[in-house]
């Protein structure tokens, strides 16, 4: 069965930071299979593309909104199953359940965009609440 779990949301002051981390079983989370995307959910409100990871033919790309940009970190962990997003410089509006999502090679994560329909691996989310 494959699935994903994401862990080390929190509470967190204002300027802050945080990694979350989505670990993978029954499958290998391996970029060179699948895109990988990050997800956030505030109350009250749809469900957010944040970034994703991707290699595509020749060439990889990675993907931000642009509210997050220079704060937020997608990466693989070498030698392990898992991804993390490292949040820096978090914001009261950064406040949401996290999910990290999976979608097939080739789908899902495009240079300058995410297309979250085609995300088709889901974890159960975790909570980022910030705040003073």
């Known amino acids: 069965q494959e699935q994903l779990v994401e862990f080390g949301g929190g509470l967190v002051q204002p300027g802050g930071s945080l990694r979350l981390s989505c670990l993978a079983s029954?499958?290998?989370?391996?970029?060179?299979?699948?895109?990988i995307g990050w997800f956030r959910q505030a109350p009250g409100k749809g469900r957010e593309g944040v970034a994703c990871m991707s290699v595509g033919v020749g060439k990889g790309y990675s993907y931000y909104v642009d509210s997050v940009k220079g704060r937020f970190t997608a990466s693989r962990e070498k030698g392990e199953n898992r991804v993390s997003l490292k949040m820096d410089n978090l914001k009261s509006e950064d406040t949401a359940v996290y999910y990290c999502?999976?979608?097939?090679?080739?789908?899902?994560?495009?240079?300058?965009?995410?297309?979250?329909?085609?995300?088709?691996?889901w974890g159960q989310g975790t909570q980022v609440t910030v705040a003073s």
């Open positions: 999502a999976a979608a097939d090679a080739g789908y899902g994560c495009y240079e300058g965009r995410l297309s979250r329909g085609e995300f088709d691996r």
């Open positions: 029954g499958f290998t989370l391996d970029l060179d299979y699948y895109a």
